[in-house]
């Protein structure tokens, strides 16, 4: 009746394809895969999240945030719609507060995790509304010392990571990681493992300002932003040991 494309089927999330396709679901994933790139890595010190920004000629860098603080031990990394991900923050902040209340604890990663999937599942099991067009990765230290790491994706699906990547880069990136990733990291090795990853997908030249970086060690349980000279005495020795190991390359 509508033909082989998605006409006609991708009005509503509440109609699938003959297929067995929601179209309006697979939009949403696709607008995070166009979204800028987003990594996380769990080790046994703690939990290291990066984004990276896309900015825009004469656009304050200060105004763009991809890594958000959520409570004090807790914080989460986005890519896709910023307005999708601002609103999913806000719900995530409300529940770890009112998780609190309840519990007398702070709130662990898996269980903010299934919060954020439940509401985004909801938009894709009814009309008059599309699904969420962001993932996020949420990183913590739980009560009981544990780091813990969780990815989720458009359609209210979630996942537990050691190291993950979201966003248009996560091919290249992510393949970095499978390589060179090891649990026993500390925290400079892991932030430094990110810095690399996010240079191996090759799209845009890292400078401070368009780099965000947070860390959640486990002494501490604290989620703490990098200040912008700290990213880039990181940025610098990542490129410091990429040009010495392509002069040992030439060399040899």
Same mark, same amino acid.
């Given at each position: 009746?509508?033909?082989?494309? @998605?006409? %006609?089927?991708d009005?509503?999330? !509440?109609?699938?394809?003959?297929? %067995?396709?929601?179209? =309006?679901?697979?939009? =949403?994933?696709?607008?995070?895969?166009?979204g800028a790139?987003?990594?996380?890595?769990l080790? *046994? !010190?703690?939990? $290291?999240?990066?984004?990276?920004?896309?900015?825009?000629?004469?656009?304050?860098?200060?105004?763009?945030e991809?890594?958000?603080?959520?409570?004090?031990?807790? %914080? &989460?990394?986005?890519?896709?719609?910023m307005?999708?991900a601002?609103?999913?923050?806000?719900?995530a902040?409300?529940? +770890?507060?009112?998780?609190?209340?309840?519990? /007398?604890?702070? #709130?662990?990663?898996?269980a903010?995790?299934?919060? #954020?999937?439940?509401?985004?599942?909801?938009?894709?099991?009814?009309?008059?509304?599309?699904?969420?067009? &962001?993932?996020?990765?949420?990183? !913590? &230290?739980?009560?009981? @010392?544990?780091?813990?790491?969780y990815?989720? *994706?458009? $359609?209210?699906?979630?996942? @537990?990571?050691?190291? +993950?990547?979201?966003?248009? @880069?996560?091919?290249? +990136?992510?393949?970095?990681?499978?390589?060179?990733?090891?649990?026993k990291?500390?925290?400079? /090795?892991?932030?430094?493992? =990110?810095?690399?990853?996010?240079? +191996?997908?090759?799209?845009?030249?890292?400078?401070?300002?368009?780099?965000? #970086?947070?860390?959640?060690? &486990?002494?501490?349980? /604290?989620?703490?932003?990098?200040?912008? /000279?700290?990213?880039?005495?990181?940025?610098?020795?990542?490129?410091?040991?990429?040009?010495?190991?392509?002069q040992?390359?030439?060399?040899?």
């Amino acid at each position: 009746m509508f033909g082989i494309s @998605g006409a %006609g089927y991708d009005m509503s999330t !509440s109609i699938f394809s003959p297929d %067995g396709r929601i179209f =309006a679901a697979e939009y =949403a994933k696709r607008a995070v895969e166009q979204g800028a790139t987003s990594i996380g890595i769990l080790t *046994d !010190s703690g939990i $290291v999240l990066l984004a990276e920004k896309k900015l825009m000629p004469l656009q304050e860098p200060d105004s763009i945030e991809k890594i958000a603080k959520i409570d004090t031990h807790i %914080g &989460v990394a986005t890519s896709g719609l910023m307005a999708d991900a601002r609103r999913l923050v806000q719900e995530a902040r409300i529940k +770890a507060q009112s998780y609190w209340l309840t519990y /007398e604890e702070p #709130i662990p990663c898996e269980a903010l995790a299934d919060h #954020i999937c439940d509401i985004k599942a909801q938009f894709t099991q009814r009309g008059g509304a599309r699904p969420y067009g &962001v993932a996020m990765i949420i990183g !913590s &230290v739980d009560s009981d @010392g544990s780091p813990q790491l969780y990815v989720t *994706d458009p $359609v209210g699906t979630s996942w @537990g990571f050691f190291a +993950a990547v979201i966003g248009r @880069g996560s091919s290249k +990136a992510g393949e970095y990681l499978e390589k060179h990733y090891s649990r026993k990291m500390s925290l400079d /090795e892991a932030i430094l493992m =990110a810095i690399r990853a996010l240079r +191996a997908t090759g799209e845009t030249d890292l400078v401070p300002e368009n780099v965000e #970086i947070a860390v959640i060690p &486990v002494e501490t349980r /604290e989620f703490r932003r990098l200040s912008i /000279e700290e990213v880039a005495d990181y940025l610098n020795k990542t490129q410091n040991q990429s040009e010495q190991q392509q002069q040992e390359r030439e060399e040899s």
